[in-house]
């Protein structure tokens, strides 16, 4: 994740998990190392979708809402 980041020219959004590939703690990125990610690299915000984990973001009704919702909201802004 470092090396692709610290790569980016334009903003880019995080939309993560706060639960690992099988629901358990940690996530797979961590509150403090996207914080520090932020840290170096102004143009990324995060977004923390809660109840979801790894793969749920993505399978289940409530997580794809989640990841569209964001994905709409930059539309309508660009």
Request: charged share 10%; glycine share 8%.
């Amino acid at each position: 994740m470092e090396r692709a980041l610290g790569q980016l020219a334009c903003p880019a959004v995080l939309v993560r998990a706060p639960l690992g590939m099988f629901g358990q703690e940690p996530p797979l990125y961590s509150g403090s190392v996207v914080a520090a990610a932020q840290a170096r690299i102004p143009q990324l915000t995060d977004v923390l979708v809660p109840g979801v984990n790894h793969y749920t973001i993505l399978l289940t009704t409530q997580g794809a809402s989640a990841v569209a919702e964001v994905i709409r909201g930059h539309l309508a802004t660009a």
